[in-house]
């Protein structure tokens, strides 16, 4: 499965969603579709900050069906290289975390370049996962601010700049995670031109999408990570 979270990604939000209040949230539309939270419960960049619903999430196909991703097959190590040499940067407050343990990433901007917020932030389990298509959770920066926003309860335009707090590490079941920061550009429609049939041009609408890797956070251990069953 070359698009979205990985199969065992649905089953760990659900157990995650049992143990947090602020997490375990179940929202229901007036036409009663169940919107299951993706594993960082990450919220919509919309006037109401709805939940992103893991079975139902744009971003998720829009990376499927991405025309390139640059720097993307090759080791963690290697990564952590590239990154050190990037133009943005991404860090953790910390590189070893139980389940619960809260955790705050940064990021910024190297050498003039900005950080936009359709760039990406997407976590990968295990750290070294080499496909970036196989991410267990992803969000655009915009919405990783407003999912920031509601866990501690400032407005976006009152937040740190670039700084996102995660109340409640999820349950996963590998022994270490890691956080990696992608930029984002697209085809411009302007350039594309006008031929062709209704199918060609959802093709192109499809594909249009680039992100190059930019930086990572490098792993971070999961101590305790397993429940009892």
């Not at 993706?38 to 006037?47: A, F, K, P, Q």
């Not at 990406?120 to 655009?140: G, L, W």
């Not at 866990?151 to 349950?171: A, L, R």
Request: glycine letters at 4%.
């Amino acid at each position: 499965d070359d698009g979205g979270p990985s199969s065992s990604m649905s089953s760990n939000s659900s157990r995650n969603n049992n143990s947090k209040s602020e997490n375990n949230v179940t929202a229901r539309s007036d036409n009663h579709i169940v919107t299951t939270p993706t594993l960082l419960s990450m919220r919509d960049n919309n006037e109401g900050g709805d939940l992103l619903n893991v079975h139902d999430h744009q971003l998720y196909t829009q990376i499927k069906d991405a025309s390139t991703f640059h720097y993307h097959a090759q080791s963690s190590n290697y990564l952590t290289t590239i990154a050190q040499h990037g133009a943005k940067t991404l860090a953790s407050n910390k590189y070893e975390v139980e389940y619960g343990d809260s955790l705050t990433l940064a990021w910024s901007p190297c050498e003039g370049n900005d950080v936009d917020d359709e760039d990406i932030i997407a976590i990968y389990c295990p750290s070294f996962e080499v496909d970036p298509k196989k991410f267990r959770d992803v969000a655009t920066l915009a919405q990783v601010k407003t999912t920031h926003a509601i866990h501690t309860k400032t407005s976006v335009g009152e937040m740190e700049d670039n700084v996102w707090y995660i109340p409640s590490f999820p349950v996963v079941r590998e022994d270490s995670c890691e956080f990696r920061l992608y930029s984002h550009s697209a085809d411009d429609a302007s350039n594309q031109g006008n031929e062709g049939n209704d199918a060609d041009l959802e093709q192109e609408e499809k594909h249009k999408h680039h992100y190059t890797f930019m930086a990572t956070t490098g792993p971070i251990s999961l101590t305790s990570n397993t429940l009892d069953m």
